[in-house]
């Protein structure tokens, strides 16, 4: 059991009274139309059934029992009740047609819904749901469910802990790796519809002939799994390949460049999807270089690309170090101005928190402030800052914080979800985004529970309804089975872990104090970064009064860029959640908690709440050891090790370090430290994965 399969698993189903339940219901398959697509799910439905039913299923004539694959026939009075308006492009029904013959019916405008209908129904056996009276509707709440690979050229992965990219661009496009079909169908077993497959921080070369024949191979395979490739476009690449002396987007012969350029593309894939862009960030080349606007920028690719229906995706991950101004209101004031700017085929790629992925952020201020362009969410699935490839994190409950809040732009009720499902402020086109954490490990993303992460953004991409412990629930089933201490054990330390992560990393709002370059542990302490906005000292401010980023009026002011409901939540240090109380806040050693700590005290209880928590999820781990293979029961073990040692360092490198302001002791009772502070600060990481 070496994680290759991920959810994918169709083993016999080991419930036996079940097992008999569904194979006297279901006999035979029957897919009344064909395409690439189709013959895609009719594989995947035999093999799926007959994996888990082990017992062989025909496509004979026999009318009961029977499971009929279809698309919306063409004639009126077709053979379903199915009402096919409310499906799209992609949503499916599955419905029992025929209660007494026991027919069921998974249908769809199309193709790619059928396809998807077909893994819907595979979780549902997989999941141990029952499959009587079926009446199912399923439409994706969001359009555009996509892939960032932060993947180079060379297969380096930026910020990847999996191994190589699992693109291999000095085999393609001859060779034709299989990883590149399972990729394909495990983003479709969860709806994601598009892959970036290049790195944001681009490379020009993957825009020349020869790349874009590979880009076309992989494009031919992942296109009968609904799966469209896009690229990140170098800002540059007219200089770089084109030989021309500017990129100015208001200049001609760059337009003109451009625009062969995407129809040269559109060539050899009809159905590209578009460019990602960063531009103008971290010192990505951009509109900027030429006194130009990002909507300068965006417009001149977005009219590349509209005449064969791409979109351009450009990234609000932008912030300069020539300003004084607090990085988290950059993007912000960048942007808010160019609303309305846009062409129609634009998004503007938002990450979920102002800054940079830390595990606790307020959601972005750009959420809900611009009603004319549509935002996508950007998420980043690779634990950069969470412990990488070693710590187990579940992400939903940071996906989902992140959706559920109230922006307030319509009033209450106008949650982030709302936003970008575009039904909140009626955006014609909709994304969601999330970077990668796949590999070439044999099981894909090097932590077993890595998978979780990409399965949940897939899930939640789809339908952003869905609890993070439903998903969950879902996850393990399919990943390690069906029973009960088995599915609530998993399930509890998956939703504990992220929290666990925040507290012995980032408590009470704390954020990047990570180590510099590498990312990886503690480093609260750096001071001497290439520029201020990357020093840990510029966000936690520690002294010796107190510690937190004072963003109320009397400070940066950066609450001012959220709507007056949001700002009033969170502009009292006395009442803000103290989850983000130093994001927005300097507060005293001694401010009074909810707890009744002092902030010192209550500093310290939550790392090691933090590290409690994770030696809790090492014993709940350990009680699975008869219900899980052991395999993975050994990788887990081992990784949980390694978080347990991880979670003790950053407590003891933080606390240490920030005593020193407190001046305050360590609370009696409390585990010491098992180095010194300059022990701590002497570590270096030579072989550490950086960027
Ligand atoms: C940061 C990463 C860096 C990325 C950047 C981005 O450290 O490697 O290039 O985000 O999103 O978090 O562009």
């Not at 499971?67 to 599955?94: C, H, Q, R």
């Not at 609303?339 to 085929?345: A, P, S, T």
């Amino acid at each position: 059991e070496d994680g290759y399969r991920l959810w994918l698993r169709y083993d016999k189903i080991d419930d036996a009274a079940l097992l008999q339940q569904y194979r006297s219901q279901i006999g035979s398959v029957s897919f009344e139309n064909t395409s690439p697509t189709l013959s895609i799910a009719k594989k995947e439905l035999l093999t799926g059934l007959e994996g888990l039913l082990n017992k062989k299923i025909t496509g004979g004539k026999s009318i009961n029992n029977r499971i009929v694959v279809l698309l919306k026939p063409k004639e009126s009075g077709g053979k379903t009740t199915a009402d096919y308006n409310p499906l799209g492009k992609e949503g499916f029904s599955i419905l029992t047609i025929d209660k007494t013959k026991n027919i069921i019916v998974i249908t769809a405008n199309t193709d790619i819904g059928c396809l998807y209908g077909v893994f819907h129904f595979l979780r549902l056996l997989q999941t141990h749901q029952s499959i009587q009276n079926l009446n199912i509707t399923s439409v994706p709440k969001i359009q555009n469910r996509i892939l960032n690979h932060w993947d180079n050229l060379n297969r380096h992965v930026e910020r990847g802990y999996a191994g190589l990219s699992i693109f291999n661009w000095h085999e393609l496009p001859g060779y034709i790796d299989q990883r590149y079909i399972d990729y394909a169908r495990a983003n479709a077993s969860i709806g994601i519809n598009g892959t970036v497959l290049t790195n944001v921080n681009a490379n020009a070369l993957v825009l020349t002939k020869d790349y874009l024949q590979k880009v076309k191979a992989l494009a031919d395979v992942f296109r009968p799994y609904g799966l469209k490739v896009y690229l990140t476009a170098r800002f540059s690449a007219p200089i770089e390949m084109g030989g021309l002396k500017t990129a100015d987007p208001l200049n001609d012969s760059v337009r003109l460049w451009w625009k062969a350029k995407a129809d040269e593309i559109y060539a050899l894939i009809p159905d590209f999807g578009g460019f990602l862009v960063k531009a103008n960030s971290e010192g990505q080349p951009g509109p900027q270089n030429y006194g130009r606007t990002h909507a300068d920028g965006a417009n001149m690719l977005a009219d590349a690309v509209v005449p064969h229906g791409g979109i351009v995706m450009w990234r609000a991950f932008v912030y300069s170090n020539e300003t004084p101004e607090d990085r988290f209101k950059q993007a912000y004031n960048e942007f808010k101005p160019l609303d309305g700017k846009f062409r129609k085929n634009v998004l503007l790629q938002v990450k979920n928190g102002p800054i940079d992925f830390q595990p606790r952020e307020p959601f972005s201020p750009l959420f809900g402030a611009m009603p004319q362009t549509p935002l996508m969410m950007e998420y980043q699935i690779t634990q950069e800052y969470f412990g990488q490839g070693t710590h187990l994190v579940y992400e939903a409950p940071l996906f989902k914080e992140v959706l559920d809040a109230d922006t307030y732009a319509s009033g209450k009720g106008s949650t982030v979800a709302k936003v970008i499902d575009g039904s909140l402020q009626n955006y014609s086109i909709t994304g969601m985004a999330g970077v990668a954490n796949i590999g070439n490990e044999r099981n894909w993303t090097n932590h077993p529970f890595g998978q979780a992460n990409w399965y949940a953004f897939g899930r939640l991409a789809w339908n952003h309804d869905l609890s993070s412990a439903q998903i969950a629930d879902e996850w393990i089933r399919q990943t390690f089975g069906n029973e009960a201490k088995l599915v609530s054990t998993i399930k509890n330390m998956m939703l504990a872990s992220r929290e666990a992560v925040v507290n012995y990393m980032t408590p009470l709002g704390l954020a990047h104090i990570m180590g510099t370059g590498h990312h990886y542990g503690p480093a609260p302490w750096v001071s001497n970064a290439g520029r201020a906005d990357w020093n840990p000292v510029y966000y936690h401010r520690a002294d010796s009064f107190g510690i937190g980023f004072n963003r109320t009026a009397t400070g940066s002011n950066a609450l001012a860029q959220y709507a007056p409901e949001v700002q009033k939540q969170w502009n009292d240090s006395n009442t803000c959640d103290e989850k983000f109380l130093l994001w927005f806040h300097h507060v005293s050693w001694q401010h009074k908690m909810n707890s009744g700590r002092n902030l010192w005290n209550e500093l310290c209880a939550k790392y090691q709440q933090g590290v409690d928590t994770v030696r809790w999820m090492q014993q709940q781990w350990s009680s699975l050891k008869n219900f899980v293979d052991e395999e993975r029961f050994k990788q887990v073990q081992m990784f949980l090790t390694v978080q347990e040692k991880d979670a003790e360092w950053w407590r003891d490198a933080c606390l240490l370090y920030f005593g020193t302001f407190s001046k305050m002791p360590l609370p009696i009772n409390y585990e010491k430290p098992g180095h010194t502070l300059d022990y701590y600060k002497s570590l270096k990481f030579p072989f550490a994965p950086g960027n």
